[in-house]
């Protein structure tokens, strides 16, 4: 073969290395970006998990505070009510001592009064004049 022949050889053999080669460089990028990709959706999808999970995690701890609140605002409600029970009983209790005192007293003056007006009384309970 004449050199001239086998240049072109060599650089026809060369021009589809390097066509090849191109190809195998555009494939691998295109590989590359399909991989950024992938690892962009998966890292998406990974951080919406991470905030779900911590939004679920903000509403338990919302509504664990509700509940130890409204289980606060209930035990004072008892509380008070209870309160309110024993104070209305102490009212109740004073009242009663109050009316047997009275009637206490009114026996009493009755009584007075009759030993003042030479009365007595039968075992009825009525007065009797002497």
């Given at each position: 073969m004449c050199p001239a022949?086998?240049?072109t050889a060599t650089v026809?053999?060369?021009a589809a290395i390097v066509a090849a080669t191109a190809?195998?460089?555009t494939a691998t990028a295109?590989?590359?970006t399909a991989t950024i990709a992938a690892t962009a959706?998966?890292?998406t999808v990974a951080a919406t998990v991470a905030a779900t999970a911590a939004a679920a995690a903000a509403a338990a701890a919302a509504a664990t505070a509700a509940i130890a609140a409204t289980t606060a605002a209930a035990?004072?409600?008892a509380v008070a009510?209870?309160?309110a029970v024993a104070a209305t009983a102490a009212v109740a209790a004073t009242a009663a001592a109050a009316a047997t005192a009275a009637t206490i007293a009114a026996t009493t003056a009755l009584r007075e009064f009759a030993l003042a007006k030479q009365t007595s009384f039968q075992s009825s309970g009525s007065l009797v004049l002497r």
């Open positions: 022949s086998t240049a026809a053999v060369t190809a195998t460089v295109a590989t590359v959706t998966a890292a035990a004072t409600a009510a209870t309160a």
